[in-house]
């Protein structure tokens, strides 16, 4: 039974420092999206639009460097038509001008326009919100994104103390899981961000691992120790981390849905000096699509997470299936998630709809784990609580 | 194929038959009555047609998620029947209403099987069309270009140039299939259209949902498990008469049991004496050392929490552990009434347990003794006697005795875990109070009234085995594959098609794709890129 308290004490010192920085960068993501940063009205910006299409090209050039300019030549004379069903707005190169805010990620159409003589053309009205984001806000987002790298570098490490301390995986118990959980959901919207500029949810989602870490370090809080002989067992290496990971995934699309909503309220509103910072959210379509991707893998993961979990049962108390409190539950949110999927595809459903139907996910998720673990009885004991 | 949306761009105007049933216009106005007149027949189809919708299928399954719910709310009988009789018991007649509601058998319960029921006729409903559908569609010939390429939400174009229009087709035919897609050359352009394998996993992901619900149903009717104790020392033969407690299926066979004997050598647990904080007092280990006879050969198990023995058919758990002291009852003649292990059930994390020893060979009257084994006891801040820990560091027994009419001979069934003290009195000493018996390993004490005495021998470790059958495990293993399969592919597999036309002295491009499919301006592009080279 060793445990190794020093590393253990280490690991908890890692969770405040996280913490600590964690609420920097949410203060300063804060000021990103309802700072004081004047907007541009959307009128100036829907009048840019053509400008946009091209600036964009010019964006996209700038990053592919020489090699985009050789084959523009080749290339010449290829004319595009883009709906913008996916126009991307990232502008991981902040150091573009004036000229060039945004450009396009590799999820979305834009960006290839660069290869020359394409006369583009959008539609999709996403590019607008490009041009309200004038360089000194981005400047903050910047900061604010660094900030949560290092505080993501300390969270990890106060994971990784914390497994080494035990020399085991770090999620035996409510309070690991948790901390696991919600590193891997800063590593989701950091990896996420590398495809879609999504800074916008930097608010959220570092208030929300803060919020995750404070409850681990308090409530959750649970000594270093060994596992109980239920958990030992190879299946946790498989069962366990996805379903963190699956609960990080379907985690960050509800935070997208609630942006969704919000910004299919203030679209369906027009332009309201409160809900300004709304203006430097994309398009609530174009969140949908973002929180919906993430929701399908999500789903995936989760659906991989029951059928692991009824073979390890099998393999624990003899049958794969026996409606114990933990397994209700994770069947109800697998049944909510799988009728998400189901309501994007019927008519009649309306994407805000379908967004509550994926928030309601997220609450059954958020009910599976701080509740059902704590409160139920069931065979699933092993909360640390 | 995916609702219009207006920045997903997906038209369903090339379908034949779209999911939402065929004809849904009126549906789609909201019209959810029956239209009058029909007759029964034509009920039955409109009904039938209600239920294959999409919109039923979302309704059932938000209701499937609500129904489950009651099941961790109360207790339910296939997990703890005691606890559900207590539970009724202590909310008199809101328990007999809820009883009555099967609130505690949710799993079985009339309105949960109907709405999973409904569920599987309208996959059945759903599952069908679609094959066929689709199925035909896998052998036709990707559908010719709309008129106008334009309105598509992927579309280029580049000027010919000199290239002959046949060339360019061909090489577009070309490309195409090297990129997986199906195509056909049409007058003036290419049809081509790949990404089949999506609607295909989406049929077998809903095919596997339904073999794996229905194979759990007959795993239930076939299978078996049953319980029983097992005190080390004990051998455990496999018949109907040595189970603890037993459920069988519909169409379980007893002389289908297998033939073996187990034995439990030893038991050993270990418990955390080092953590710090709640961790402390944690099980660590949990081992039994178990000799199975099977076929006339011997073998030798090590049986953890999460690993099973295997023999043949049967799987035999560790589910349970706990104490049983070794109690020694005399007459007053110093004639041994009882002598043996006797199980106690751990009540809490410190393993205070519980039990009961029934003696119907005392005299001059039956004696039961109720009593609490504390593995470690201690004083805790308010002189109470506890257990502070787990494993047996200061074994003590504390006891009450009843002497009178065990009831054993009535012909009804007791638990050997509870005492029926109606027809007994609690022994009491000369004082006329009623006797505590308090004993360390080793002691004796003598009962008053003449009722002789009572020896703690020692504490023996036993373990509650699961023992269970069920034949359909390896189906429900592959289905539960299947349906993770077929919905990877479902959900990841872009279905698209696309047309590349010859239109005088412009080439034109343009993809539609079906259902979500974030690149499919990309690959107008880049076919249009490539073509044009
Ligand atoms: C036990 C019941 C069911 C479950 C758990 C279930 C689950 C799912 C899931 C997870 C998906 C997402 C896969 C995807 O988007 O490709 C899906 C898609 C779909 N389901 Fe079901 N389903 C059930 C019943 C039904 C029924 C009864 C119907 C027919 C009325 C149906 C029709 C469809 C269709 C058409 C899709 C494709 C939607 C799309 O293109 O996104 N499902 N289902």
Not at chain 1, 53 to 69: E, I, Q
Not at chain 2, 370 to 394: H, K, M, Q, Y
Request: proline share 4%; charged share 20%.
């Amino acid at each position: 039974m060793d445990v190794d308290y020093e590393l253990a004490s280490w690991s908890n010192l890692l969770t405040y420092s996280a913490m600590a920085v964690y609420a920097i960068a949410f203060i300063v993501y804060a000021f990103d999206l309802f700072g004081g940063q004047r907007l541009r009205s959307t009128e100036a910006a829907s009048g840019d639009r053509k400008a946009t299409a091209s600036a964009r090209g010019a964006g996209a050039a700038d990053r592919s460097g020489a090699r985009a300019d050789a084959r523009t030549s080749a290339r010449s004379g290829v004319r595009r038509t883009s709906r913008g069903a996916s126009v991307a707005v990232l502008d991981e190169a902040d150091t573009t001008t004036a000229e060039a805010p945004a450009s396009g990620g590799p999820a979305g159409g834009a960006g290839s326009g660069g290869r020359g003589g394409v006369k583009g053309r959008a539609s999709g009205g996403d590019a607008a919100e490009a041009l309200d984001l004038g360089p000194r806000s981005r400047k903050l987002a910047r900061i604010a994104t660094s900030l949560t790298v290092l505080a993501l570098v300390l969270h990890v490490g106060a994971v990784l103390t914390r497994a080494l301390s035990v020399m085991r995986v770090p999620w035996g118990n409510m309070m690991e899981y948790a901390m696991t959980a919600a590193a891997i959901a800063g590593i989701v919207y950091l990896v996420a961000l590398r495809f879609r500029d999504m800074r916008y949810l930097g608010t959220f989602v570092t208030g929300a691992i803060l919020v995750t870490l404070g409850v681990c370090i308090t409530v959750f809080y649970t000594p270093a120790a060994q596992l109980v002989p239920a958990l030992q067992n190879y299946w946790i290496y498989i069962h366990v981390p996805i379903a963190i990971l699956s609960t990080a995934l379907l985690s960050v699309s509800a935070a997208l849905a609630l942006f969704q909503i919000c910004k299919a309220w203030s679209e369906s509103r027009g332009s309201s000096r409160r809900l300004a910072f709304m203006d430097r959210v994309p398009s609530s379509g174009d969140i949908e699509q973002v929180s919906y991707r993430i929701a399908a893998v999500g789903f995936i993961t989760w659906t991989f997470t029951l059928i692991a979990g009824a073979i390890w049962a099998e393999l624990a108390w003899g049958r794969p299936w026996g409606w114990d409190s933990k397994e209700i539950w994770t069947f109800v949110v697998w049944v909510i998630y799988a009728a998400y999927l189901h309501a994007r595809a019927t008519r009649g459903w309306g994407p805000t709809k379908v967004a509550v139907l994926n928030l309601i996910g997220m609450a059954s998720l958020v009910f599976n784990f701080a509740i059902v673990n704590v409160y139920f009885d069931g065979l699933h004991s092993y909360s640390g609580i | 194929m995916k609702r219009e949306e207006t920045n997903a761009p997906v038209t369903r105007t090339n379908e034949t038959a779209d999911r939402q049933g065929s004809g849904s216009a009126a549906k789609k106005s909201g019209a959810k009555a029956a239209p009058a007149d029909i007759g029964t027949i034509g009920m039955l189809r409109w009904a039938w047609r209600q239920l294959t919708t999409m919109r039923v299928a979302l309704i059932l399954l938000l209701i499937l998620a609500l129904a489950a719910i009651p099941g961790s709310l109360f207790p339910q009988r296939i997990q703890d029947p005691g606890r559900v009789t207590r539970f009724i018991e202590e909310n008199g007649r809101w328990g007999e209403i809820l009883d009555s509601l099967q609130v505690f058998d949710v799993y079985s319960s009339f309105w949960f099987s109907a709405v999973y029921i409904l569920l599987m006729i309208s996959l059945v409903g759903c599952i069908l069309p679609r094959t066929a559908q689709h199925w035909r569609a896998m052998r036709a010939r990707p559908p010719k270009a709309p008129r106008r390429l334009t309105r598509m939400p992927g579309y280029a174009t580049f000027p010919l140039g000199d290239d002959d229009p046949a060339d360019l087709l061909d090489l577009a035919e070309e490309r195409l299939r090297k990129h997986g897609y199906r195509t056909a050359r049409n007058a003036d352009h290419i049809a081509a259209e790949r990404g089949y394998l999506k609607e295909t996993g989406n049929l077998v992901f809903h095919a596997a949902v339904l073999g794996t619900v229905i194979t759990m149903a007959v795993g239930a009717l076939l299978g078996y498990s049953g319980q029983r104790v097992l005190v080390e020392g004990d051998t455990f033969t496999n018949s109907l008469v040595s189970y603890d407690s037993f459920e069988r299926g519909t169409y379980f066979d007893a002389d289908r049991l297998d033939d073996y004997r187990l034995r439990l050598n030893s038991f050993t647990s270990t418990f955390d004496d080092e953590a710090i904080g709640n961790q402390f007092g944690q099980p660590r280990s949990f081992e039994a050392d178990i000799t199975a006879f099977h076929d006339g050969a011997e073998t030798q198990h090590r049986v953890r929490v999460n690993e099973p023995i295997r023999i043949d058919g049967s799987r035999i758990y560790l589910t349970g552990n706990g104490y049983a002291p070794v109690l020694t009852t005399r007459d007053a003649d110093g004639d041994v009434t009882f002598s043996g292990p006797v199980v106690f059930l751990p009540q809490d994390g410190v393993y205070t347990s519980r039990g009961v020893l029934k003696v119907p060979d005392a005299s001059p009257e039956q004696l039961g003794f109720v009593g609490i084994l504390l593995p470690t006891a201690a004083l805790n801040d308010d002189g109470e006697l506890v257990s502070e820990f787990a494993e047996l560091r200061n074994p003590y027994l504390v006891m009450s005795a009843y002497a009178g009419d065990l009831g054993l001979d009535d012909g009804v069934p007791q638990s050997v875990y509870e005492l029926e003290a109606e027809n007994m009195a609690e022994v009491i000493d000369p004082a006329g109070v009623p006797v505590t018996l308090q004993l360390a390993p080793g002691e004796t004490t003598d009962l008053p009234g003449g009722h002789g005495s009572v020896t703690f021998e020692g504490v023996q470790t036993f373990i509650a085995l699961d023992i269970r059958h069920d034949p359909t495990q390896g189906l429900l293993l592959l289905f539960s594959t299947l349906l993770l399969a077929g919905l990877g592919l479902s959900l990841f597999i872009p279905r698209r098609r696309v047309w590349v036309r010859v239109n005088g002295a412009e080439v034109e491009v343009a993809a539609l794709a079906r259902g979500e499919d974030p690149r499919v301006e990309q690959t107008v592009e880049d076919l249009a890129v490539e073509l044009n080279d």
